[in-house]
């Protein structure tokens, strides 16, 4: 765009009509619907939008809810980015890239020391740094597959009440910690999982012997329609889950009872699980389907604190060099020392490149796979997306082996 845009956050006494009409444009949305969205989900302090500076109408919007992303049993501070759109009469001009480009150095100096995102335009956030780093994968699942315990697992599953909430978060969060790549949640991503568009979920959990919620599962039931054609082995409706987990063994195992016991009037279950979900690797038959709905992307937003904050190998001792570039953060440019000490980590800074011996170097994009370890050196290396030795690529996918790939189970 010939002349430079204004990026600010939203005002409390800001309308938010002009900003409702760019969700809807953007996403097929009625003005309504969207400025109930923006207020009582995304709310005001955490929408930011661009506009020329001899006019305030806004021309983009975006949005930054802060959360938290699961890596290798750490939890990771992270800006989730969404509700992204730029009016139609500015579209082409470069305002989604100047604004995204305010809004990374805007989260970096807040302190974040990551952004993740779901994509509608890879090279538009490609631009700014973000790269896939993690996956999003939808599996369906005869109902009748799934195998029955013998002896069967505890019974005991009852309707959630309000009381119960604070036992579900435990729950989860008890479950994403040992799950790689899974969100550390707040009220926006709950409220989705109770509210999906289809309709209010129920939700049902299983507690042990201390009344501690130990499984629990969110879902909506579909209306029988005979013409639908199911994997089941059952005649029935979808089972539409919207969440599923459980903190131990034996949850995990009245899991599986629990969907079992619709197998009779259910045809198949819908839901999203990592790749290598125990539900999946424990079915005793082929006949489901896992696939990968959308990968996720990710922007290391401070070198240093993202470094020092993901988990790494309990027990490995290790030193990697890093020259990275970053076009949009200075102070993340530079060579990086990170030292593993018996698995903890320490990120240096140093000026002189010059003192670099047997370095990777790479760009902050590229840096994200690695990161997550969605990606290995080696694979990058491959791809020209990094330069290395051989043994310091392997140091690299050493330090940062991870249990699984990095897979989320919820969009946002």
Known sequence: MAEPLIYRPVTEAEDLEPIARLAGLAFGTTNAESVE?????????????????????????????????????????????????VAPEARGMGVAKQMMADCVREMHSDGSPLSALYSAMHPLYR?????NAGLLCDAVIPAGMIPADNPPAPAGWREATESDTEGIHACYAEYARHTHGMLARVEYLWHRIREPKAGPARCFVATDDQGRVEAYCYY?????DAEENTLGTAAGSAMNITDLAWSTPRGFSRSRAFLRGFASIVGEIRLSLPPDSPLIHTLPDRRFALNVREPWMLRILDVKSALEARGYPRGLSATLQLIITDDLIESNNGL??????????????????AAADNPLRIDIRALAPLYTGFTSARTLRAAGRLDASDNTADTADAIFATPSTPAMTNMF
């Open 37 to 85: 969205w923006f207020e009582k989900r995304v709310t005001r302090p955490n929408i930011r939008v661009v506009h020329a500076q001899d006019n305030p109408t806004p021309l983009g919007v975006t949005c930054r809810i802060p959360m938290g992303l699961y890596l290798a049993g750490n939890e990771v501070p992270q800006l989730g980015v969404l509700g992204v759109g």
């Open 127 to 131: 631009a700014v740094g973000y790269e």
């Open 220 to 224: 909506t039931q579909a209306r029988f």
């Open 336 to 353: 990086w020392t990170l030292t593993l000490d018996s698995g903890t980590p320490t990120a240096s800074h140093q000026p002189d490149q």
